[in-house]
């Protein structure tokens, strides 16, 4: 899967990453192409709480080891 995400909390304001078919996750500045639509999400990352809204899989909540602040909306795409 790549996730192209925009928003406040990670590296960039515009990044895309690609996670490998081993589990590992590569992140590259900006939008790499090609776009092959899955689907669109925002995530909001209070404290180690994360709520996700995709509008292919519904709402989900999460937690998460560490403590950060994201606000970030994405779209889901095939490699």
Do not use: C, H
């Amino acid at each position: 899967m790549k996730y192209i995400e925009f928003g406040f909390g990670n590296t960039w304001w515009v990044r895309t990453e690609i996670e490998q078919p081993d589990g590992t996750e590569v992140e590259v500045q900006g939008v790499v192409r090609p776009v092959i639509f899955r689907s669109l999400y925002i995530r909001v990352w209070i404290g180690r709480t994360v709520w996700i809204a995709d509008s292919r899989e519904g709402f989900k909540r999460g937690a998460k080891t560490t403590r950060r602040f994201k606000i970030i909306f994405g779209i889901r795409s095939e490699l």
